[in-house]
């Protein structure tokens, strides 16, 4: 224990407990109303595919996405920390959120004053520290989850540790009391009434530092497990000095008054008895309190932890998965006190992981702060994005299956335009999981589903998935993914511009960072097929596939007509990722094609598209001459693998000084990222609502190709405008939207793009 300290790294971002935010930013009006929760987010904790559980810095538990695809923000008061402090003054209880709840347990002592300390964040860990003049000890926590960069399996646990430090200042010795309290959350539905047959019981066991106490809560022993059944389990570790007491079930409704007053009295709880099923159809909750002296001056640290097993994830089509987690703990759903049990052993070993992969990063006096705090901070996705990480039955003992959502609003897993930019955290920090994505979408280019939907967007009717189109995505969470991919039909995915060149180049940007040459080789039938499906979209034969004068492409409410900058450049980078591929897999025959598709393609590109400042947004729409924030997203993905320059290198830098002058500086006096479209006369591109916003991962990869190519100046003015919004403007911290507009205003809270922040990180380790 001597050797954990309280530690707040440098880039932890941090705001006052509780404290509101001034005009935060909204979400944007009809048609594009997105999941607006408030800014009161905080680091979620849960393991990767495990379930995330969002505690507000405000001090509460209320963002619960427990099962992939299914959102929900609702403070529960009965999962809770509250302190219980005597000295010779008198006692002092307190639970340690800023707020109250509207009905239930109305007999607790609530609203901790707002601003009474900070909270800090820097993930997979974040801080409560506690400074109210009332408090006689200095009084902070730590909590975290297991989400260790290479590590596959610590990293799928559901599971959060909770270390507190107690500090006694006075000159007189101290009582202190921590209530960790918590609501059952099994049975089915949101309601979380106790169904028949579940039961709460006490358990003690001995480890190598010490005993540890604490609560199981289990559901019934229905005849099938459900996707809700399982268990949770809250423990502490009792170590000389230090007494751990219980209550195996309280009335999570009502007043809450007896188990208050129990607490209240002398920072302990009446132990009850050992097992006991709660009333069937009542929210019921479980606690536990650590109390132990201090001595005056005398510290200590006090660790607590939280478990559920959820083995079981169920989509919308009634396709069952059995999570990560239970390679390593089984499948029935009674495991969590297994789990809670090797966070109270393994804790210290975990902790060192996460500071030991972060130390060097965070020791480089090269970054300013502001980048630390969003390089981390955005990690949090990996977690929250309704991310399934699961048991590939064909093969059991592998890496299973991965999937990250779009985002809630569009509930889309790996969706592949989006990940484009967003997936590098995943290639950086878990490869493996990356390469079992792009195994899953190479298996989706020869395949067809030729029922028909009505697209959204005109009404049209088209197959769901052509063979040699890459799909838009691997399916929902409101479906069946892996099993039915293109669950979007917003437009048509089959005739988009962009997905196929994507495809190509994410596979050659991963074969570069891993060099996994076999990922190429199984690939390769797949890059041949889906850039001669994309060819087919040449039909004047000048090199260039053509868009087609609607939204064919990840913008995709702003059409393009013709060949385009961001297509065609995409297509350029394509061309020379599949000669490099062609080369490692030798095949020749394919590498003097896409030689010939490459020389026509870059004539044509420059001839049609070229104006002397930048590359035109198209060729043939009303607005061509627009200045697209994203129109070198082909010559960044070159720049980052390696590959030739798609187009003149003085081009590339005069079109990004263009960019930079434009879509940065220009638009809101340069603090709020890039705009995606301005037209030459120094007004923004107003001819759809994305042209007029700025995407954050957009932004993010703009940055990382200024750095690229030597503009550091611009780069890190670029990106600081999409943390400035983010982290202190607008309130958008562990939700980063897809976009927001000139006032701030966003959309698409809780969006995969902004992970694009990890691309600046690739160009620094270059």
């Not at 994005?385 to 999937?403: H, L």
């Not at 960044?636 to 390696?642: I, K, V």
Request: negative net charge.
């Amino acid at each position: 224990m001597a050797s954990i300290a309280l530690e707040i790294p440098r880039g932890a971002w941090r705001r006052p407990i509780g404290l509101p935010l001034e005009n935060p930013g909204r979400s944007l009006p009809e048609p594009h109303v997105s999941i607006d929760d408030g800014y009161w987010q905080g680091v979620p904790l849960g393991g990767i595919g495990a379930g995330t559980i969002g505690r507000t810095y405000r001090g509460d538990f209320a963002r619960w996405h427990l099962d992939p695809g299914r959102h929900r923000y609702e403070p529960l008061p009965a999962c809770m920390f509250s302190i219980f402090v005597e000295d010779q003054s008198g006692r002092l209880s307190q639970a340690l959120w800023t707020e109250a709840p509207s009905r239930e347990l109305a007999a607790w002592p609530w609203r901790y004053p707002v601003g009474a300390g900070f909270y800090a964040a820097l993930y997979p860990r974040s801080w409560f520290v506690y400074e109210w003049e009332r408090l006689p000890v200095r009084l902070a926590v730590e909590q975290f989850s297991p989400v260790i960069p290479h590590n596959y399996r610590e990293s799928s646990y559901p599971v959060a540790v909770f270390l507190w430090f107690i500090e006694n200042p006075t000159s007189e010795p101290l009582r202190v009391g921590i209530l960790f309290t918590w609501q059952n959350l099994l049975g089915f539905g949101w309601d979380h009434r106790v169904p028949g047959g579940g039961i709460h019981r006490s358990r003690a066991e001995a480890l190598a530092s010490g005993r540890m106490i604490g609560v199981e809560m289990m559901g019934g022993e229905g005849p099938a497990q459900e996707p809700w059944d399982g268990s949770w389990a809250l423990a502490a570790l009792e170590v000389p000095g230090v007494e751990v007491t219980y209550r195996t079930w309280f009335p999570a409704e009502g007043d809450g008054a007896e188990i208050w007053e129990d607490f209240a009295a002398d920072g302990r709880l009446e132990s009850d008895a050992g097992a006991i099923s709660p009333p069937e159809g009542e929210r019921a909750g479980a606690g536990l309190a650590a109390t132990f002296r201090l001595a005056p001056g005398e510290k200590r640290v006090v660790p607590m932890a939280l478990a559920w097993d959820l083995p079981i994830v169920e989509f919308g089509a009634g396709d069952r998965w059995y999570r990560r987690h239970t390679v390593f703990f089984g499948r029935s759903g009674r495991n969590a006190w297994e789990i809670v049990r090797e966070a109270l052993e393994r804790y210290p070993a975990w902790r060192e992981g996460i500071q030991a992969w972060q130390r060097p990063i965070l020791s480089d006096p090269t970054v300013p702060d502001w980048y630390l705090t969003a390089l981390f901070n955005e990690l949090y996705f990996i977690a929250d994005g309704a991310t399934a990480w699961v048991v590939d039955p064909a093969d059991p003992e592998g890496i299973g299956r991965f999937a990250q959502i779009e985002c809630y609003d569009y509930p889309f897993y790996e969706t592949l335009d989006v990940r484009f930019y967003g997936s590098f955290p995943l290639l950086m920090l878990w490869p493996e999981l990356e390469k079992a994505v792009m195994r899953d979408f190479i298996a989706t280019v020869p395949q067809a589903d030729l029922t028909l939907r009505t697209i959204e967007a005109n009404g049209g009717q088209a197959p769901r998935k052509l063979p040699g189109a890459l799909p838009h995505d691997l399916g929902s969470p409101l479906e069946a993914p892996w099993r039915m991919p293109n669950a979007y039909r917003f437009q048509d995915p089959n005739i988009w511009k962009d997905l196929n060149s994507k495809f190509v180049l994410l596979l050659y940007r991963d074969y570069v960072f891993t060099g996994d040459r076999e990922l190429v080789e199984s690939g390769w039938p797949a890059v041949r097929m889906a850039l001669e499906y994309l060819k087919l979209f040449d039909r004047d034969a000048d090199g260039l596939p053509e868009n087609e004068g609607l939204p064919d492409q990840t913008y995709d409410t702003w059409p393009m007509r013709g060949p385009s900058a961001y297509c065609g450049g995409l297509w350029l980078a394509a061309l020379e990722a599949a000669i490099r591929m062609a080369d490692l897999v030798g095949d020749p025959e394919a590498r003097s094609r896409y030689e010939d598709w490459l020389r026509r393609a870059r004539e044509s590109f420059e001839a049609l598209l070229w104006n002397g400042q930048y590359y035109r947004y198209d060729a043939l729409s009303p607005h061509r001459d627009s200045i697209m924030a994203d129109q070198l997203a082909g010559q960044w993905y070159a720049d980052l693998t390696g590959l030739p320059p798609i187009v003149p290198e003085p081009h590339i830098l005069q079109a990004f000084r263009t960019i930079y002058d434009y879509n940065v500086r220009r638009f809101a006096e340069g603090r709020r990222g890039a705009v995606n479209g301005m037209r030459p006369d120094g007004t923004v591109d107003r001819c759809s609502n994305q042209s007029a916003e700025v995407w954050v991962g957009v932004t993010y990869a703009l940055a990382s190709a200024m750095l690229a190519r030597g503009m550091e100046e611009e780069a890190w003015r670029t990106a600081w405008g999409a943390y400035h919004v983010t982290y202190e403007e607008k309130g958008y911290w562990f939700r980063t939207p897809e976009a927001w507009d000139e006032r701030g205003d966003f959309r698409a809270s809780m969006y995969l793009r902004p992970g694009a922040i990890w691309a600046i990180e690739w160009v620094r380790r270059r």
